[in-house]
């Protein structure tokens, strides 16, 4: 059975650090990992798609690496801001369609 | 072009009656996944329903149920509702029908209350 870890659970850091959350999963059995981003009470955004034959992927500051052997991706933000506080979520595709979340990592970005 | 949506935007029920959510797929998709998201954690998969199919079911109850329509829209019901149904329930959409299903897109999510 798969299983999608996050950790930490939450992390905070000063305006202009870079961020880096971790995701790991079981079963290196996936179709591509997608990263989310969550504000409180709303829906999700995308930020991310990784196939499973990529190893990295890159837009603006953020930067998500994938290692299937190791079941581990990262996702890099550079130059933290205050508008980067958030949840983020992982999400690895089993096939057809059937993702699996990690539980997210709660970010706060102090000024 | 206008995203996913979801209606109702809140819903409070009783234990023991029955809901339905609703969810209108980004222009072009075609397919519609629904997951449940209690606080705290991640989204879980319910079901997804492409042509008009659920083609995926994750580990839910039969209580959840659902329905693609021919625009691709979705409904989703939960009959005999616990205080446990409690939640943001998300719909995302994407393209294809193909094994190694692209990027979602979510809606906005229902929050239902269950007292």
């Known amino acids: 059975k798969q299983e999608v870890t996050q950790i930490p659970a939450a992390l905070s850091v000063p305006e202009g650090e870079n961020l880096v959350l971790n995701c790991s999963f079981t079963?290196?059995?996936?179709?591509?990992l997608q990263w989310f981003r969550q504000d409180p009470g709303k829906g999700l955004t995308s930020l991310l798609l990784i196939q499973s034959s990529q190893r990295e992927q890159t837009s603006g500051r953020l930067n998500a690496s994938l290692d299937k052997s190791s079941g581990r991706s990262t996702l890099y933000i550079a130059a933290s801001q205050p508008g980067d506080s958030a949840t983020y979520l992982c999400a690895v595709n089993l096939g057809w369609g059937k993702f699996q979340f990690g539980a997210g990592t709660q970010v706060v970005v102090t000024p | 072009d206008a995203g996913v949506t979801q209606s109702p935007t809140h819903l409070i029920k009783t234990r023991g009656q029955q809901v339905t959510l609703r969810c209108s797929p980004k222009s072009g998709h075609d397919t519609v996944s629904w997951y449940q998201q209690a606080l705290g954690q991640g989204p879980q998969f319910i079901f997804q329903?492409?042509?008009?199919?659920?083609?995926q079911r994750g580990n839910f109850p039969d209580r959840f149920s659902g329905h693609q329509f021919p625009n691709y829209s979705s409904e989703l019901n939960v009959n005999a509702l616990l205080l446990g149904d409690s939640a943001l329930y998300l719909c995302a959409s994407s393209l294809g029908g193909g094994q190694g299903v692209d990027t979602q897109y979510f809606g906005p999510g229902t929050r239902l209350t269950v007292l």
């Open positions: 329903y492409y042509e008009e199919e659920e083609r």
């Open positions: 079963d290196s059995a996936i179709y591509n």
